[in-house]
């Protein structure tokens, strides 16, 4: 046995515990840096001497040689880490929907007096006013001015919901520009770690980059993450290289959908959305995965089983789904009705029209193109009836208020039917363009949205019936024809008889701004007959199909109002239990990985001691061999 074999022996007990030192220095300086796992060195015992052979050394047995630094590796447990992001991705959706919802609550702003509902109530009021003296003008000023605060809410409350949606848009594209950046930045560390690996290295500070960025993928959408050996040489105990994968609810991932982040070496994946707009509403339609080699996997919203702050926006402002629901609609300007022809003139020109319909096969095919010639003196209802006769095509005449629009779709409903008008006639009608048929929308916002225009079409509908219904003004003198309260503007029936867009559109009647004394108050010639006021004013109670079984116009929106508070207090009560459930995870991951001051400081005297203790070694065995070397065999000099 070699005479410097104890000195060797305390030089890797040395250097073993400076490495040790220099890790637990390094734990130290990262004690607050986010993401970062403590690093450990895991000791090995060296080889024991002598090593099994036939022409060993023949002692009493082995012994040992020290110790050596087998490895510097990061304290971190991969269970923890999935259970964290599976409750990340719930957190993502639920706090999308609740921060979404609470902005709704905020525009309703119910039950206060800016409401709908207080504002309808002062409407009502009104006419019970108006009842009991229909002659005075006052009385007549203020219905008036309560419809218009009506109609002006209906507008406020719509627009500002549309607004809602394109903001969701706006956060949503953010969001993915976001997860695009993270997933460039996941392929980044993929590779640095396959450069690093291959050499026996445990790259320990790009893991946890890579597991911090992973960490804020799993909030946007749910992912699979599965890894790979680097190389033959890579220690068993590295992570590998990293796949990302689209998941499901329950972590699976999805069939179909390339991998955002492909372990194999090719570039990083990027997200998209599509998105769906009608009648000024927007829609999220697909989520799509395009991957480097040009593979494009397209997503439906509608039923990605992958939750996450992504789909919570998609869900709060509406997804489309498989249902058809409108034709592809498009309605001219408004026209002033001639008096002797009852009816509205057409713009001279001609229209160019192509629609869609349903052929035997159950599919939408494009009709043939047509033209309408105009010669300037034929109605709205006679080009209506002359449309209506081509295949692929549907036209009427919307009338009111002395006014009548054109409004033309095609037969087929749903997002493959289309609508094409051209033609010097149909820039003269104010029917240029190409429009699309829409799906059915479902999601917080889109439901919202289709509510009011029930909403707004019932009572509109309803007042305007009971108010053309009426004898008269009630005034002396006054006028004895009838009108409209209430104005659809540009808005228009859908299939259902619900008015598409009307809670945007609803406005008074010209004749009602001009002049209040139109308001019809009466049920009779009768100077002073305010009976049909009465009757206006109860239909705040009446029942209406369109509804609901049941329903009214109070209980319907007093329905909606609470169905948004459960919805809002739901999607709260989730976040507030997933934040709980992902506080636990994440706390337990801290008592595993996080820095402990405390731990560190323990281990650094425990290290210091050893390392002393190493050194006092070499001194030791220093005399030994000064010793031998100095003071021996001098006798006879």
Do not use: C
């Not at 094409?420 to 104010?430: F, I, L, N, P, S």
Request: glycine residues 10%.
């Amino acid at each position: 046995m070699s005479t410097f074999h104890g000195l060797e022996v305390a030089k890797r007990g040395l250097f073993t515990q400076q490495s040790a030192l220099y890790t637990t220095g390094h734990n130290i300086s990262n004690a607050n840096t986010d993401g970062y796992s403590r690093q450990r060195i895991n000791m090995e015992q060296t080889g024991a001497f002598p090593s099994g052979s036939r022409n060993r050394l023949e002692i009493a047995g082995q012994m040992g040689s020290g110790v050596q630094a087998g490895s510097v590796q990061r304290v971190r447990e991969a269970f923890l880490d999935e259970q964290f992001r599976s409750e990340a991705k719930k957190l993502g959706y639920y706090d999308a929907l609740e921060n979404g919802l609470g902005k709704m609550e905020d525009v309703m702003n119910e039950p206060t007096d800016q409401g709908l509902a207080k504002t309808m109530d002062r409407f009502w009021q009104s006419l019970q006013d108006l009842a009991v003296n229909p002659e005075d003008a006052g009385a007549r000023a203020v219905v008036k001015e309560r419809g218009k605060a009506v109609a002006e809410t209906f507008n406020y409350l719509s627009n500002s919901i549309q607004t809602l949606q394109r903001d969701a848009k706006r956060e949503a594209d953010i969001t993915v520009k976001n997860a695009n950046s993270i997933l460039q930045q996941i392929d980044q560390l993929n590779r640095q770690i396959g450069n690093v690996e291959p050499h026996g290295q445990l790259p320990n500070d790009l893991y946890d980059q890579r597991d911090r960025l992973i960490d804020d993928l799993s909030e946007i959408v749910s992912i699979d993450v599965s890894y790979e050996k680097s190389a033959a040489s890579s220690k068993d105990i590295a992570d590998g290289l990293a796949t990302v994968r689209l998941a499901d609810a329950l972590g699976r991932p999805l069939d179909g959908a390339p991998a955002l982040v492909d372990a194999g070496g090719a570039p990083a994946s990027s997200l998209s959305v599509d998105y769906r707009e009608t009648d000024g509403r927007i829609a999220f339609d697909s989520l799509r995965v395009l991957h480097s080699d040009g593979e494009t996997a397209s997503l439906d919203f509608h039923t990605l089983p992958s939750p996450g702050k992504l789909k919570g926006l998609a869900d709060l402002a509406g997804t489309v789904t498989a249902t058809p629901q409108s034709s592809a609609v498009m309605v001219s300007d408004a026209f002033p009705v001639n008096k002797e022809t009852g009816g509205a003139t057409f713009p001279e020109g001609t229209l160019t029209l192509t629609g869609s319909f349903v052929n035997e096969d159950g599919e939408v095919d494009q009709g043939e193109t047509v033209e309408i010639a105009s010669s300037g003196k034929e109605t709205m209802e006679e080009i209506a009836a002359r449309i209506s006769k081509e295949e692929g095509l549907e036209a009427e005449v919307l009338s009111q208020d002395g006014e009548q629009r054109l409004l033309v779709r095609s037969e087929a409903a749903g997002r493959s039917a289309a609508l094409t008008v051209t033609g010097d006639g149909a820039e003269g009608a104010g029917l240029q363009g190409t429009v699309e048929g829409s799906n059915e929308q479902e999601g917080s916002y889109a439901s919202m949205l289709d509510d009011l225009d029930k909403l707004a079409t019932s009572f509109a509908t309803q007042f305007n019936a009971e108010h053309n219904d009426a004898e008269s003004a009630g005034l002396e003198g006054g006028p004895s024809a009838t009108t409209d309260f209430f104005s659809y503007g540009n808005s228009y029936p859908d299939t259902g008889g619900v008015y598409r867009g009307l809670a945007s559109a609803l406005d008074i009647t010209g004749a009602i701004k001009k002049n209040a004394g139109m308001i019809a108050a009466a049920n009779s010639t009768s100077v002073g007959d305010g009976d049909n006021a009465r009757d206006l004013a109860v239909l705040r109670d009446k029942v209406d199909g369109l509804l609901g079984e049941g329903a009214t116009v109070s209980t319907f929106y007093e329905g909606m109002i609470g169905g948004m508070a459960v919805e809002t207090q739901e999607a709260g009560r989730m976040s507030d239990n997933i934040q709980t459930l992902r506080d636990s995870v994440q706390n337990r991951r801290f008592s595993v990985s996080q820095v402990s001051l405390d731990e560190e400081m323990t281990n650094m005297i425990k290290f210091q001691h050893a390392y002393n203790a190493s050194s006092r070694n070499i001194t030791a065995i220093d005399e030994m061999l000064d010793r031998v070397i100095n003071q021996m065999g001098v006798v006879g000099r």
